[in-house]
């Protein structure tokens, strides 16, 4: 996978780049300004859950009540784990399945499991916590008055309680939660609306996610992507996407 000393600004080509036309002084978030020739993008976007905060054990507590209310077995973190990432009709699908594939669940057994599931999980956020290195970064990008955004398949009504909780809540002047527009990740509708929101084309602008649906989402977009090792990608390395650049802690980013 690319690391970040293997980034050479004139070598970057087409969506490995990104065209910002803004520098500052000295080496202050050097590795942006590698990936993005030289200079920062007017805009970052951001996945939430698996980028930002670890909501896995939260979910998984969700998840599990809601299956033993209907007699079955507890699902447990692990296998929660690897089913996230595609919004919440899909992660009760896939706990109802008890596996990635969810195609024989019917639609009736996912609208009753998946009101429930949005119930418990509204009073369930103790656990979720921010990983190392979030605040900093967002504390930087905002200091040098970069744009915000969070792009998430996560209902959109826990957005913005969840960002508050840990200590987000003023960071980000656009949310777009799973069903906030017709479509979720991986399909780019979501990036192409907060750049045109923000007057940003996709040449000045970055995403930063840790699955395989942010890899492809930012690719259709033409956006440059991050992509954190340490997220939830249903098992799978995120190397394995070929984003343009995959760290272990965005603390590696400033």
């Known amino acids: ?7 050479q600004p004139a070598g970057l080509q087409g969506r490995d780049r990104c065209h910002a036309c803004r520098a500052g002084p000295g080496a202050w978030m050097k590795p942006l300004r590698e990936l993005c020739g030289g200079e920062l993008p007017r805009l970052v976007m951001f996945d939430l859950d698996g980028t930002l905060i670890d909501s896995v054990p939260d979910l998984a507590a969700a998840v599990d009540r ?23 009709r899909v992660l009760v699908r896939r706990a ?3 596996g990635l594939e969810h195609a024989a669940v019917t639609e009736a057994a996912t609208e ?3 009101a429930r599931f949005l119930e418990i999980y ?3 956020h103790e656990l979720t916590a921010l990983y190392p290195g979030v605040h900093e970064l967002l504390e930087a990008l905002s200091t040098a008055a970069v744009e915000l955004a969070v792009v998430t ?9 969840l960002l508050e909780q840990v200590g987000l809540g ?3 002047r656009w949310i777009i939660g799973g069903d906030t527009l017709p479509q979720q990740k991986p399909d780019p509708a979501a990036l192409l609306q907060v750049m045109h929101l923000a007057g940003v084309d996709a040449g000045q602008s970055l995403f930063v996610g840790d699955s395989r649906s942010d890899v492809l989402a930012a690719r259709a977009a033409s956006v440059p992507c ?6 939830y990608n249903h098992g799978r390395p995120i190397d394995e996407e070929q984003p343009s650049l995959v760290v272990d802690s965005l603390a590696e980013l400033l």
Not at 68 to 81: C, L, M, S, Y
Not at 226 to 231: I, K, L, M, N
């Open 1 to 7: 996978r690319r690391r970040l000393g293997d980034l």
């Open 122 to 124: 509204a009073d369930c």
């Open 66 to 88: 809601m299956l033993v209310e209907q007699g079955r077995a507890p699902a447990g973190i692990e296998k929660v784990r690897d089913w996230v990432g595609n919004g919440a």
């Open 96 to 98: 109802l399945a008890d």
């Open 170 to 172: 003023g960071y980000f």
């Open 226 to 231: 991050v992509a954190v090792s340490y997220g």
């Open 112 to 114: 009753e499991a998946l």
């Open 153 to 161: 398949n996560k209902p959109e009504r826990f957005v913005a309680p």
